[in-house]
């Protein structure tokens, strides 16, 4: 009897050490530094402390802003993301999905909530009289990158004008330069090389030439639209491995950017003053890059992580039906969208900033 209650308790402490030695093993491991992209919130979030106060609470003491580089070559940032340099990069909703639809192993960490009109107007020179509406196009060239919002909110604009664009499938009424340069873009609008392009107002080298009185605004997406509504938000990914290995410095990052997202709305001005010192761009590109209605560095998210899968999917399903020659090549399946957002950093997850 003595002998096997002593076996019993034997057998007790060894699965109790086996249990402890599993759950040691499966601690998180601690990131000692991090390269993040440098943005106008990020530098902020350097220079206040606001990366300091939440990385440091799990033992990433270093971190590094990385500039875009590439002459600000759109996607730049998904491909450093793919090679490691980079471990969180922020894109639009419908390049990330293209990106992951290529192979690009990524989760969706955050998402923001619906865009609106501004962020993504199409540009005419100022001084040319002959394109002042969106129906001036027809016939004409349009300059943008191809995988952004600078294709996907026009796209959905020329369709609802009855003037569509040229694409590898079908002749349209509207021939679309693929031009991933974003200074190039604007020269070639200004030297009449192309009559229009789509931006962000409140991106780093369209400001400047905005705020300069050479452009003009002869359209903007729809506010019920699904540009507005679904493809037009913005996203974090990160790579799968990253999140699956880090999961709590997806969340402090996640925590940083909400606390300079509420301090630079309060002080817009101090906020203005170190991106303009930061990122090298006049006082005035800075503020307005804060304070615009088109501005999406600082917006709010999507909490729900079934509501930002739905984005996902509705966006696919229009572009789909209205002949995206990517999308009606290959796509992502409803599973594979449940999958790309990562639910963990969603309301209920495990590491939400929401909860």
Not at 37 to 51: H, N
Not at 218 to 226: F, I, K, L, M
Not at 285 to 296: D, I, K, R
Request: charged share 25%; hydrophobic share 40%; glycine share 8%.
């Amino acid at each position: 009897m003595l002998q096997s209650s002593l076996r019993k308790k034997l057998a007790a402490s060894l699965l109790a050490l086996s249990v402890l030695g599993s759950l040691a093993g499966a601690a998180e491991a601690v990131l000692p530094s991090i390269n993040l992209q440098k943005s106008p919130w990020t530098v902020v979030a350097l220079e206040k402390g606001f990366f300091k106060e939440e990385l440091d609470k799990i033992g990433t003491k270093k971190i590094t802003l990385i500039p875009q580089g590439a002459a600000e070559l759109l996607g730049a940032e998904s491909a450093a993301v793919g090679g490691g340099s980079l471990a969180i990069a922020q894109r639009m909703v419908y390049p990330s999905t293209i990106h992951r639809i290529n192979g690009l192993n990524t989760v969706v960490i955050w998402i923001s909530e619906p865009s609106n009109r501004y962020r993504t107007p199409v540009l005419a020179a100022a001084d040319n009289n002959k394109i002042n509406s969106i129906k001036d196009l027809d016939g004409k060239k349009f300059g943008s990158s191809r995988i952004s919002c600078y294709w996907s909110s026009p796209f959905e604009s020329l369709n609802n004008a009855g003037i569509p664009f040229d694409s590898r499938l079908k002749k349209g009424k509207v021939r679309h330069e693929n031009i991933d340069n974003s200074a190039v873009a604007i020269a070639a609008v200004l030297s009449g090389e192309t009559d229009a392009t789509a931006v962000h107002l409140a991106a780093p080298a369209f400001t400047g030439p905005w705020l300069s009185g050479k452009f003009k605004v002869v359209s903007r997406p729809a506010d019920d639209g699904v540009y507005v509504n679904y493809a037009g938000r913005v996203t974090y990914v990160a790579r799968k491995d990253f999140a699956d290995k880090y999961p709590s410095v997806v969340k402090a990052f996640l925590a940083a950017r909400e606390k300079t997202r509420e301090w630079a709305f309060d002080h817009p001005n101090e906020a203005a003053a170190i991106i303009a010192k930061e990122t090298r761009v006049p006082l005035e590109v800075a503020l307005f890059q804060v304070t615009h209605l088109g501005q999406w560095e600082f917006m709010g998210g999507e909490a729900n992580a079934e509501r930002a899968r739905t984005a996902i999917k509705e966006f696919l399903r229009y572009y789909i039906a209205n002949g995206d020659d990517i999308l009606t090549q290959k796509s992502l399946t409803d599973k594979e969208v449940d999958e790309f957002i990562d639910e963990r950093f969603f309301v209920g997850g495990s590491h939400s900033i929401y909860n």
